[in-house]
């Protein structure tokens, strides 16, 4: 049973454009999000995180809203760029277990085309 | 050097070969994790030190065994493995256990023949 779902495998868009990356999830303990890019042959590094006391936080070109009642999260980048190309996963915790443990999506894989 | 630290960054292996993954960490954490991403699968947590101490396993068959001599150091033995334990093996380290944001090393794509 899949807690965390990425439903979209992939995403291409224009160079300049929004691109929105879409995380669903089931579990109704979860209280803190993160997103993380990977590049090939290199390891998830992470992006931005936000906790279900807010819905929306923001980092330069980057965003992520949270909708608690439809269990949804998203990530905006505007404007989007070739070099944000990457696969990127959501990831979600119990923070309150204070185990650490993160269940992560599938990933969806942005292209960003010039 | 800095950042967390993957070696080998590939790996073949026979089923009834014996082989350790080596993992190391600059950033002065103190919790260290096993990751498993098989293809077109979520990253799957293995294990989680804390302070050298082990204190998650997920369910990890035996034939996995990890190591944690200290805080910067994390190995993974591998002995017996089957064809579908083939996958990336990341490697993290967080400041604390329950510390959410994770530092990945690049990974060691593993192949069992």
């Known amino acids: 049973d899949q807690q965390v779902k990425q439903n979209s495998p992939s995403l291409s868009v224009q160079e300049g454009r929004i691109s929105i990356l879409n995380c669903d999830y089931t579990n109704s303990m979860f209280d803190y999000f993160l997103w993380y890019k990977k590049y090939p042959a290199e390891g998830p590094t992470f992006l931005i995180s936000?906790?279900?006391?807010?819905d929306k936080n923001e980092d330069g070109r980057f965003t992520v809203f949270l909708n608690k009642s439809a269990k949804h999260l998203s990530l905006h980048i505007v404007p989007s760029q070739p070099g944000d190309s990457a696969v990127y996963f959501c990831?979600?915790?119990?923070?309150?277990?204070?185990?650490?443990?993160?269940?992560f999506g599938q990933g969806t894989t942005l292209q960003v085309k010039p | 050097e800095t950042g967390v630290t993957q070696t080998p960054r590939h790996l073949v292996m026979g089923m009834t070969n014996k082989k350790s993954l080596k993992c190391e960490q600059h950033?002065?954490?103190?919790?260290m994790y096993w990751y498993k991403q098989s293809a077109k699968k979520p990253l799957e947590l293995m294990f989680v030190?804390?302070?050298?101490?082990?204190?998650e396993n997920n369910s990890v068959p035996s034939r996995f065994s990890p190591e944690c001599p200290n805080s910067s150091h994390l190995f993974l033995h591998l002995h017996t493995l089957q064809p579908e334990d083939s996958a990336l093996y990341l490697c993290?380290?967080?400041?604390?256990?329950?510390?959410?944001?994770?530092?990945f090393g690049s990974g060691t794509q593993l192949s069992v023949l």
């Open positions: 990831a979600a915790s119990v923070s309150s277990s204070n185990t650490g443990k993160l269940i």
């Open positions: 993290a380290s967080s400041l604390r256990q329950g510390s959410e944001k994770l530092f």
């Open positions: 030190y804390n302070f050298k101490e082990q204190t």
């Open positions: 936000i906790s279900s006391i807010k």
């Open positions: 950033l002065g954490h103190n919790a």
